[in-house]
C-alpha cells in the first residue's frame, strides 16, 4: 500500500450522502484534484444508481452489502489501482466496458479514431454490407462501437492474447442486438486469417502497441496495464509497421486502414504507408490537437 494511504474509514449505517463524502476525503489524501469525481463515480458504481437515483436516494441508508462493495473499489483504488480497474467499468462512447487487468483502458483519444474509422464507412458506398476489422481488439471498444453506430456492418474483433479475446467476448454479449455484427478471431495480428477472408475488408483499424521498450510511463499506467498492449519494441513502431506491411493483402480496393500512435511517429508511419503503395495519407489530430492516427486507402 501507498505510504501516504491508509485504510477506509467508511462507517457502516451510513446515508449514501454521508458515504460519498467519506469517499471523498479519504481520496483527497491521495487525489485531491480528482477526489469529488472519482468519489462520485465510486459510489455509484458501489450503490447501483445512476446520477438521479442517487439524489434521491442520498438520505437513504446503504446496506451492508453495498457498503462492503464500496470499501472493495476504495481500497482498490488507494492502492494504487487505475480508477477504470477499480470500477470494473468504464465509458467508451455509446458503450459502458467490462474492463480490468487483461486489457487496456479505453482512452477519449482512441473515441476519435473510431470516429474517423466511422468517417470512411460512411464516404464508402460501394458494397452494402461493410466488413470490418478491429485489429488489437483489446476491451473490443473500436470494433463493437463501429458495430453498435452502424448498421450494415460485419465486424472481425481481433487479439493474439486469449485473456483480452475473453473480455472482449464479455463486452460483446452485453451489446444486445448488435451482436450479431460482430465475432471474435484469435490471431497474431493476421497470423491466423483465413484465405477466404484476403482482400475483404472494406476497413481495418488498430491501436497496436506503440510505446518503445524504456519510455517513461506513470506508474498507474506500467504497474497495471498489460505489458504486451503497450510496448512494440525497441523503436516503439514494429507493430505499426507490420500492420502497414500486411494489410494491403487483406483490404478489399478501396479499403481504408486507420491506425493510432504515438504524435511522435506520424510522419514515419505515414512516409512508410507512402512506400508501401497507400493513397490518401491522411493525419488526424486527437483532441488535445496532437497528430495521433494516420489513415490511408489501398487502390492497387
Known amino acids: 500500500m501507498n505510504e501516504h494511504s491508509k485504510e ?44 438521479a437515483g442517487f439524489l434521491k436516494n442520498k438520505d437513504t441508508i446503504a446496506s451492508n452489502l453495498a457498503t462492503r462493495n464500496l470499501k472493495r473499489i476504495l481500497n482498490r483504488r488507494i492502492e494504487g489501482e487505475p ?31 473510431v470516429e474517423v474509422a466511422l468517417s470512411f464507412l460512411s464516404q464508402n458506398q460501394q458494397t452494402d454490407t461493410k466488413i470490418i476489422c478491429d485489429l488489437g481488439t483489446g476491451s473490443g471498444a473500436i470494433g463493437l462501437s463501429i458495430a453498435q453506430e452502424c448498421n450494415d456492418v460485419e465486424v472481425t474483433l481481433v487479439d493474439h492474447s486469449m485473456d483480452a479475446l475473453k473480455v472482449a467476448s464479455a463486452n460483446l454479449a452485453g451489446l444486445g442486438n448488435h ?91 505515414s512516409e512508410t504507408a507512402k512506400s508501401e503503395g497507400y493513397s490518401n495519407i491522411k493525419v488526424h489530430k486527437d483532441l488535445a490537437k496532437k497528430p495521433r492516427i494516420v489513415s490511408c486507402i489501398w487502390e492497387e
Open 8 to 51: 477506509p474509514d467508511i462507517a457502516n449505517m451510513s446515508t449514501w450522502e454521508e458515504l460519498l463524502e467519506e469517499t471523498v476525503n479519504t481520496l483527497s489524501l491521495l487525489y485531491p484534484e480528482s477526489a469529488r469525481v472519482e468519489g462520485q463515480w465510486i459510489v455509484l458504481s458501489a450503490s447501483g444508481y445512476d446520477q
Open 83 to 113: 480508477i477504470q480497474y477499480a470500477l470494473g467499468s468504464w465509458s467508451f462512447r455509446n458503450l459502458e466496458l467490462i474492463v480490468d487487468k487483461r486489457v487496456l483502458i479505453p482512452r477519449p483519444e482512441t473515441e476519435v479514431l
Open 179 to 269: 451482436a450479431v455484427k460482430a465475432r471474435i478471431l484469435q490471431s497474431s495480428w493476421f497470423e491466423n486469417f483465413p484465405e477466404s477472408m484476403r482482400n475483404s475488408f472494406d476497413l481495418i483499424v488498430s491501436n497496436p502497441p506503440y510505446i518503445a521498450f524504456g519510455e517513461d510511463l506513470p506508474p498507474s499506467v506500467l504497474n497495471f496495464e498489460p505489458s504486451e498492449a503497450l510496448f512494440a519494441g525497441e523503436k516503439g513502431t514494429e507493430d505499426i509497421e507490420s500492420i502497414l506491411i500486411s494489410a494491403s493483402q487483406w483490404l478489399t480496393t478501396g479499403g481504408a486502414l486507420v491506425i493510432e500512435m504515438a504524435p511522435h511517429q506520424t510522419t514515419e508511419m
